[in-house]
């Protein structure tokens, strides 16, 4: 077991895996202020076990590169029963990646690429700016089998037309919302570009789920 650890201020690079990993029996662990650079693999990675739990990530970024990663900022998997999981307030340059977690919060981060996670429950999405990048073709925030889940106050800015903003399962390719398999959802006060919020989301296989216009739009 190891526990009550905090890492803080410090510059970890040229490493070839993980600038930052934590994994089974970690708990209570906060990675405050950490800045990466030159890492192969990810920047930070997160995973752990039925007996890891309450990380926290924040303040931390990845500089400019002279090596081009092979992974994402921040990427949370092979969780195992990880739970009660904050990242906020993060600058990513190469994504951030987060599967498996009970109880996950992601608010306040700035990344360049994408933000995805698969088979989280207990989800919070908010306060986050994901800018795409140049060649990229998959959703800008992406979320499958999600177990509860919110997303509120974010900003997508997409690189092309090609590229959708948030896709919850499903092909979101013609439209730059869409849902896929929800059941009971609502999806309200957001801004899309030049469309109306109703007639940019597409529905595939849901029930319940209830799409509001965005306040002073008809």
């Known amino acids: 077991m190891?526990?009550?650890?905090?890492?803080?201020?410090?510059?970890?690079?040229?490493?070839?895996?993980?600038?930052?990993?934590l994994s089974r029996?970690?708990?209570?662990?906060?990675?405050?202020?950490?800045?990466?650079?030159?890492?192969?693999r990810q920047g930070i990675?997160?995973?752990?076990?039925?007996?890891?739990?309450?990380?926290?990530?924040t303040g931390c970024q990845d500089l400019e590169h002279s090596i081009e990663p092979g992974g994402s900022t921040i990427h949370v998997e092979h969780a195992r029963g990880l739970k009660n999981v904050i990242i906020t307030a993060n600058r990513c340059r190469h994504s951030l990646l987060a599967s498996?977690?009970?109880?996950?919060?992601?608010?306040?981060?700035?990344?360049?690429?994408?933000?995805?996670?698969?088979?989280n429950s207990n989800a919070i999405v908010r306060g986050n700016i994901v800018n795409g990048t140049d060649g990229g073709k998959a959703?800008?925030?992406?979320?499958?089998?999600?177990?509860?889940?919110i997303v509120k106050d974010n900003i997508l800015v997409s690189a092309s037309e090609d590229q959708a903003g948030l896709y919850v399962w499903g092909s979101s390719r013609y439209k730059p919302i869409s849902?896929?398999?929800?059941?009971?959802?609502?999806?309200?006060?957001?801004?899309?570009?030049?469309?109306?919020?109703p007639s940019a989301v597409k529905l595939q296989r849901c029930?319940?789920?209830?799409?509001?216009?965005?306040?002073?739009?008809?």
Request: charged share 20%; with cysteine.
């Open 2 to 21: 190891i526990e009550n650890i905090t890492l803080c201020d410090l510059l970890v690079e040229n490493f070839c895996g993980d600038c930052v990993s």
């Open 25 to 40: 029996g970690c708990r209570n662990i906060t990675v405050r202020n950490v800045s990466m650079r030159n890492f192969i």
């Open 45 to 57: 990675q997160l995973a752990g076990d039925e007996n890891a739990r309450d990380y926290l990530v």
């Open 100 to 119: 498996g977690v009970a109880n996950l919060v992601l608010s306040d981060n700035v990344i360049e690429g994408r933000m995805e996670g698969n088979n």
């Open 139 to 149: 959703a800008l925030m992406q979320f499958g089998y999600a177990d509860g889940i």
């Open 179 to 197: 849902l896929n398999g929800v059941r009971a959802g609502l999806v309200r006060d957001n801004l899309v570009g030049e469309l109306s919020v």
């Open 207 to 218: 029930e319940g789920v209830n799409v509001s216009p965005a306040a002073g739009q008809p």
